[in-house]
């Protein structure tokens, strides 16, 4: 049996030099985690020492190691030996060497890159415990769900030895169950369940307890799932708004316009524009002398929305319709993205095209970036099985160090070269074969594909070639742990999306590792390489047999998306293998620059978040005070009645509980106002490049202008509604004003329309036309 890796310093003498200029310099993800490998001796010789206790003075010990301090190498060393013998008695699991490594790290404040199988959800155990037990109120932050539910279970019994509570926070919890499962020691949630809920607090009235007790340690899950894949994704909480009719019209117009004839979408099929003949049809049908006249403008824009839903947005692609609701994928999970849609115009547009009824027209009360819900916890931490590839993302952005755990097992899994191919077609058939072939060895084979579409459509593949295969998709993604738990099974077929699985291993069973162990095929690359990575770590845990190998094309979208390739493979074999290395080079360009892509969309959409963000802190700093400060409303009064400060008096002792209403609701609807005047001022921004002006400079001295004015503009709001109060008014109806019936959250899908880069492009591309109708870029 291959023995564990060691935690000093291994490899060749002559690997071992740019290693340490690596952490000379301090290069991203060369944290050099082996100088705690002492602890992790301490922590073991500690181990071995309880063993001999019996369960009750074990867990005598475990209460006494409550109060302990990080910081203290020895009461570091202690916790981890004690929490070590209880997770091996109450849990099954002896955490090795490595793991103890990964959470010494971890508790120091470093993020962990743990190759796939190595125990990870222990790790987050133990560091959870840690944390909870020095007196800290510990968030663990999942990719789903299902896995905050599991993990929050399978945990207990370790928590409860140190006298800690653990719960979970998942969809559809009711308002009391959450409140409590938040009062928990460790609260396993998504970061979207917490950003949710702050968003829920921050709209809260003076009889509302707070949900969520405030942001101070987080241990993330698959960190760059979800600071990385979804951080620049917006929460929203929206309100009941009306519906504009003209929107409904537009769709049957849309549908029956024709390609090349009424519009026109680009070869990379990122936007679409109307022709000079599709104009003059929509203009004809809604009985319009000018689209692009002043008083038409939001026709115009609702026109191009419903166009970009009709030629752009794939069904089974993009988005799925499941019981009469049009449901998001999420391209970096393949998952379908739960409580997510396109911006209002976006989401209805694709309803009408699918026959579907609308939902509700939404005010967008308020917004946060995942991002910032984050960056809102005093520490965080946290590993992944990608980690590593990230770690220049997340040292720039969240300005946290990322180390590599080394493998309880040496990793035996063969990685081969790309098969580079002219067409997808060819591609897919010599992948089929392959699938064919090893089925027929009765290896386990996982094929990993770029979208829905894509993988029933491989699957029918190999059904023509007889064999049967599983399918993981956002469709049934509630069968995701069952359907990869069998994945690893002997003669096994499973064709996924990139969501294949993550948080539950991939088991090889009876038989399995003599044909070769899991063989893992790409169907294309993903725009990341770190993606790629995730699909290559399901094969070869913890020291099993393994291949990975992808199929790839020149008609890939990784390709098709950057680049145009001009010239033509000199050696292609007669199925299509392209021999020439050239190519390969290319293919690989053509990853760098999407990632590239996705990097200065994070930056860009960042960077026009930075100053709303600030403007949101001081508002909510503002609505804190009044809610928990028994003079604040009186001091605001008086900012209200400068002149006339008896009013003031007279509001905050004899009607104050409706003062109070007023003034929240006019900071409400201010923030609410400012934040879709500057929505709308980010949508025309780009076009500022043209008089050679900065577009992120302008907005944000346009952001900073409309925000010095809003605290004076809701002063006078507040005073004009209480002015006009009538005496025997109670309550905010008897003052004419009007809370949203109903509230509710959601994701939406930040840029639908491309980067600022991309508009800029886009726009001039169309003025130097000649004036053409401007398109709508998709991304």
């Given at each position: 049996?291959?023995?564990?890796?060691?935690?000093?310093?291994?490899?060749?003498?002559?690997?071992?030099?740019?290693?340490?200029?690596?952490?000379?310099r301090?290069?991203?993800?060369?944290?050099?985690?082996?100088?705690?490998?002492?602890?992790?001796?301490?922590?073991?010789?500690?181990?071995?020492?309880?063993?001999?206790?019996?369960?009750?003075?074990?867990?005598?010990?475990?209460?006494?190691?409550?109060?302990?301090?990080?910081?203290?190498?020895?009461?570091l060393?202690?916790?981890?030996?004690?929490?070590?013998?209880?997770?091996?008695?109450?849990?099954?699991?002896?955490?090795?060497?490595?793991?103890?490594?990964?959470?010494?790290s971890?508790?120091?404040?470093?993020?962990?890159?743990?190759?796939?199988?190595?125990?990870?959800?222990?790790?987050g155990?133990?560091?959870?415990?840690?944390?909870?037990?020095?007196?800290?109120?510990?968030?663990?932050?999942?990719?789903?769900?299902?896995?905050?539910?599991?993990?929050?279970?399978?945990?207990?019994?370790?928590?409860?030895?140190?006298?800690?509570?653990?719960?979970?926070?998942?969809?559809?919890?009711?308002?009391?169950?959450?409140?409590?499962?938040?009062?928990?020691?460790?609260?396993?949630?998504t970061?979207?369940?917490?950003?949710?809920?702050?968003?829920?607090?921050?709209?809260?009235?003076?009889?509302?307890?707070?949900?969520?007790?405030?942001?101070?340690?987080?241990?993330?899950?698959e960190?760059?799932?979800?600071?990385l894949?979804?951080?620049?994704?917006?929460?929203?909480?929206?309100?009941?708004?009306?519906?504009?009719?003209?929107?409904?019209?537009?769709?049957?117009?849309?549908?029956?316009?024709?390609?090349?004839?009424?519009?026109?979408?680009?070869?990379?099929?990122?936007?679409?524009?109307?022709?000079?003949?599709?104009?003059?049809?929509?203009?004809?049908?809604?009985?319009?002398?000018d689209?692009?006249?002043?008083?038409h403008?939001?026709?115009?824009?609702?026109?191009?929305?419903?166009?970009?839903?009709?030629?752009?947005?794939?069904?089974?692609?993009?988005?799925?319709?499941?019981?009469?609701?049009v449901?998001?994928?999420?391209?970096?999970?393949?998952?379908?993205?739960?409580?997510?849609?396109?911006?209002?115009?976006?989401?209805?547009?694709i309803?009408?095209?699918?026959?579907?009824e609308?939902?509700?027209?939404?005010?967008?009360?308020?917004?946060?970036?995942?991002?910032?819900?984050a960056?809102?916890?005093r520490?965080?931490?946290?590993?992944?099985?990608?980690?590593?590839?990230?770690?220049?993302?997340?040292?720039?952005?969240?300005?946290?160090?990322?180390?590599?755990?080394?493998?309880?097992?040496?990793?035996?899994?063969?990685?081969?070269?790309?098969?580079?191919?002219?067409?997808?077609?060819?591609?897919?058939?010599?992948?089929?074969?392959?699938?064919?072939?090893?089925?027929?060895?009765?290896?386990?084979?996982?094929?990993?594909?770029?979208?829905?579409?894509?993988?029933?459509?491989?699957?029918?593949?190999?059904?023509?070639?007889?064999?049967?295969?599983?399918?993981?998709?956002?469709k049934?993604?509630?069968?995701?742990?069952?359907?990869?738990?069998?994945?690893?099974?002997?003669?096994?077929v499973?064709?996924?999306?990139?969501?294949?699985?993550?948080?539950?291993?991939?088991?090889?069973?009876?038989?399995a590792?003599?044909?070769?162990?899991?063989?893992?095929?790409?169907?294309?690359?993903?725009?990341?390489?770190?993606?790629?990575?995730?699909?290559?770590?399901?094969?070869?845990?913890?020291?099993?047999?393994?291949?990975?190998?992808?199929?790839?094309?020149?008609?890939?979208?990784?390709?098709?998306?950057q680049?145009?390739?001009?010239?033509?493979?000199?050696?292609?074999a007669?199925?299509?293998?392209?021999?020439?290395?050239?190519?390969?080079r290319?293919?690989?360009h053509?990853?760098?620059?999407?990632?590239?892509?996705?990097?200065?969309?994070?930056?860009?959409?960042?960077?026009?978040?930075?100053?709303?963000?600030?403007?949101?802190?001081?508002?909510?700093?503002?609505?804190?005070?009044?809610?928990?400060?028994?003079?604040?409303?009186?001091?605001?009064?008086?900012?209200?009645?400068?002149?006339?400060?008896?009013?003031?008096?007279?509001?905050?002792?004899?009607?104050?509980?409706?003062a109070?209403?007023?003034?929240?609701?006019?900071?409400?609807?201010?923030?609410?106002?400012?934040?879709?005047?500057?929505?709308?001022?980010r949508?025309?921004?780009?076009l500022?490049?043209?008089?050679?002006?900065?577009?992120?400079?302008?907005?944000?001295?346009?952001?900073?202008?409309?925000?010095?004015?809003?605290?004076?503009?809701?002063?006078?709001?507040?005073?004009?509604?209480?002015?006009?109060?009538?005496?025997?008014?109670?309550?905010?109806?008897?003052?004419?004003?009007?809370?949203?019936?109903?509230?509710?959250?959601?994701?939406?899908?930040?840029?639908?329309?491309?980067?600022?880069?991309?508009?800029?492009?886009?726009?001039?591309?169309?003025?130097?036309?000649?004036?053409?109708?401007?398109s709508?870029?998709?991304?």
């Amino acid at each position: 049996m291959v023995g564990p890796e060691p935690l000093r310093e291994q490899g060749a003498w002559w690997q071992r030099p740019p290693r340490w200029v690596s952490r000379f310099r301090q290069d991203p993800g060369t944290a050099n985690l082996r100088t705690y490998a002492s602890l992790v001796e301490g922590i073991v010789s500690q181990r071995a020492s309880l063993r001999c206790f019996t369960d009750d003075e074990l867990l005598r010990r475990s209460a006494g190691s409550v109060s302990i301090s990080l910081d203290d190498n020895d009461e570091l060393v202690s916790f981890l030996g004690v929490a070590s013998e209880v997770a091996r008695r109450r849990l099954g699991l002896e955490p090795f060497e490595v793991q103890l490594l990964a959470a010494v790290s971890m508790l120091r404040g470093r993020v962990v890159d743990m190759a796939t199988g190595e125990g990870k959800t222990l790790v987050g155990f133990l560091v959870s415990a840690g944390l909870a037990a020095s007196g800290r109120r510990v968030h663990v932050l999942s990719a789903n769900d299902y896995l905050a539910g599991r993990d929050a279970a399978a945990g207990s019994p370790l928590f409860s030895a140190f006298g800690l509570t653990c719960a979970a926070v998942v969809d559809g919890m009711g308002e009391p169950d959450r409140a409590e499962a938040y009062r928990a020691d460790v609260v396993y949630a998504t970061v979207h369940q917490i950003g949710f809920d702050l968003l829920r607090d921050r709209q809260r009235l003076p009889e509302v307890r707070r949900l969520v007790p405030g942001l101070d340690a987080a241990v993330v899950d698959e960190i760059d799932a979800v600071l990385l894949d979804d951080a620049m994704v917006p929460l929203v909480i929206a309100g009941d708004a009306d519906s504009q009719s003209e929107e409904a019209s537009l769709a049957q117009v849309i549908a029956e316009l024709t390609d090349d004839e009424h519009y026109q979408v680009e070869g990379d099929r990122r936007s679409v524009a109307f022709t000079e003949a599709g104009i003059a049809r929509v203009e004809s049908a809604l009985g319009i002398d000018d689209l692009y006249t002043q008083e038409h403008v939001e026709l115009l824009t609702a026109a191009h929305v419903a166009l970009h839903a009709h030629a752009l947005v794939e069904r089974d692609v993009h988005y799925l319709v499941t019981d009469g609701r049009v449901q998001l994928v999420n391209d970096a999970r393949g998952r379908v993205a739960d409580r997510q849609r396109w911006p209002d115009g976006l989401h209805a547009a694709i309803e009408r095209k699918e026959g579907l009824e609308v939902t509700g027209q939404a005010e967008i009360l308020d917004q946060v970036l995942v991002e910032t819900v984050a960056r809102g916890y005093r520490t965080l931490t946290g590993m992944s099985g990608t980690a590593f590839e990230a770690a220049e993302r997340l040292a720039e952005d969240l300005d946290i160090k990322t180390g590599v755990i080394p493998t309880h097992r040496p990793c035996i899994r063969e990685d081969a070269a790309d098969r580079l191919f002219v067409t997808v077609e060819q591609r897919d058939t010599a992948a089929a074969e392959a699938v064919r072939a090893a089925h027929d060895a009765r290896q386990p084979v996982l094929i990993g594909t770029g979208s829905v579409a894509d993988s029933e459509r491989f699957a029918r593949l190999l059904a023509d070639l007889g064999v049967e295969a599983r399918v993981l998709n956002a469709k049934n993604d509630a069968a995701e742990a069952e359907i990869i738990a069998r994945a690893g099974e002997h003669g096994a077929v499973t064709v996924s999306t990139q969501m294949a699985g993550r948080g539950v291993d991939i088991q090889l069973g009876p038989g399995a590792a003599e044909t070769g162990g899991l063989l893992v095929i790409g169907l294309g690359r993903y725009d990341s390489a770190r993606l790629d990575r995730q699909l290559r770590g399901r094969s070869g845990r913890q020291g099993d047999p393994g291949r990975s190998v992808f199929y790839t094309s020149l008609e890939d979208d990784v390709v098709t998306e950057q680049l145009r390739i001009s010239d033509q493979p000199r050696s292609i074999a007669p199925d299509g293998l392209i021999g020439d290395r050239k190519f390969a080079r290319v293919y690989e360009h053509s990853q760098r620059v999407a990632e590239g892509k996705l990097l200065q969309l994070h930056r860009t959409t960042r960077s026009y978040h930075t100053m709303t963000d600030q403007h949101r802190q001081a508002i909510l700093d503002t609505r804190e005070r009044l809610l928990t400060e028994p003079d604040a409303l009186d001091d605001y009064l008086r900012q209200v009645f400068t002149d006339t400060p008896d009013r003031a008096g007279a509001w905050a002792a004899q009607r104050r509980r409706l003062a109070m209403e007023v003034v929240l609701y006019q900071l409400d609807r201010a923030w609410t106002d400012h934040l879709n005047h500057l929505a709308a001022v980010r949508e025309g921004i780009h076009l500022r490049v043209l008089g050679r002006q900065n577009p992120l400079d302008e907005f944000n001295r346009i952001a900073g202008g409309s925000f010095r004015s809003l605290g004076s503009d809701t002063l006078a709001a507040v005073r004009r509604v209480l002015d006009n109060a009538p005496d025997d008014a109670t309550t905010l109806g008897d003052l004419g004003l009007r809370r949203p019936s109903s509230t509710w959250t959601y994701m939406v899908t930040d840029n639908p329309f491309g980067s600022e880069a991309d508009r800029v492009v886009a726009y001039l591309g169309n003025f130097i036309k000649g004036g053409r109708p401007p398109s709508i870029t998709y991304t």
